[in-house]
């Protein structure tokens, strides 16, 4: 079964503070993974889509890359309104398309 | 372009009672999912649904069933209901196969909470 582990569970951040959050994944053939944004009581927010080794997908201060073993979500000079939960899913070959495995995700806070 | 919808949004009930969850996917997405969130277990896969057809169904019992309409829109129902299907109930909508670059879309979830 494809496995989704998340590092770490939990974060705190000074604002400004640059860090990085780790998902590392054992799937048999990726076919996408995906960082989501989720913050309290509602549904997640999906940030990127990355398909391959050293591809790499940046939005405002967050920045994605992936290897064949792991993905990084990048947080460059981070904001109060970054604080949320971080997810990570994949997708593999051996699964149908809406079958996501995700992570349980790190929890980040920033403060001022 | 509308995004995934949920309702209702908060709902409780009582053991032993069942209940019904309604998504309507972002139009032209064939493709549903459910999922199950609690801080126990974190995102657990439901079922998934194209179609109108049961594509792939996760580890729940029985109790969970769902189905799909013509025109996508999809309900999931849990009977007998038990404490533990406490949960955040999330509906992702896809875009059709191929369509790289655009991710999984959900919506905001029901709060389902059984006393």
């Known amino acids: 079964e494809d496995q989704v582990t998340q590092s770490p569970e939990a974060l705190r951040l000074q604002e400004g503070e640059s860090s990085s959050l780790n998902c590392s994944y054992t799937v048999s053939g990726l076919r996408g993974l995906f960082w989501y944004r989720q913050d309290p009581g509602k549904g997640p927010e999906f940030l990127f889509t990355?398909?391959?080794a050293g591809e790499e997908k940046e939005k405002e201060r967050l920045k994605a890359t992936l290897t064949k073993k792991e993905s990084f979500l990048h947080i460059t000079a981070p904001k109060p309104e970054d604080s949320a939960t971080y997810l990570c899913a994949v997708l593999g070959r051996g699964s149908t398309l809406g079958r996501l495995y995700f992570g349980r995700g790190t929890q980040l806070t920033v403060w001022p | 372009k509308a995004g995934v919808t949920q309702t209702p949004r908060y709902l409780i009930k009582t053991r032993g009672q069942q209940v019904t969850l309604s998504c309507s996917p972002i139009?032209?997405?064939?493709?549903v999912s459910w999922y199950q969130q609690t801080p126990g277990q974190g995102l657990q896969f439901l079922f998934e649904y194209f179609s109108e057809t049961q594509r792939n169904k996760g580890n729940f019992p029985g109790r969970f069933s769902g189905r799909q309409f013509s025109n996508s829109r999809s309900e999931m129902n849990v009977s007998t209901l038990e404490l533990g299907d406490s949960a955040l109930y999330l509906c992702?909508?896809?875009?059709?196969?191929?369509?790289?670059?655009?991710?999984?879309?959900f919506g905001s979830g029901t709060r389902l909470t059984v006393v």
């Open positions: 992702a909508s896809s875009p059709p196969t191929g369509e790289k670059g655009i991710g999984y879309t």
């Open positions: 990355l398909y391959s």
């Open positions: 139009s032209g997405h064939r493709s």
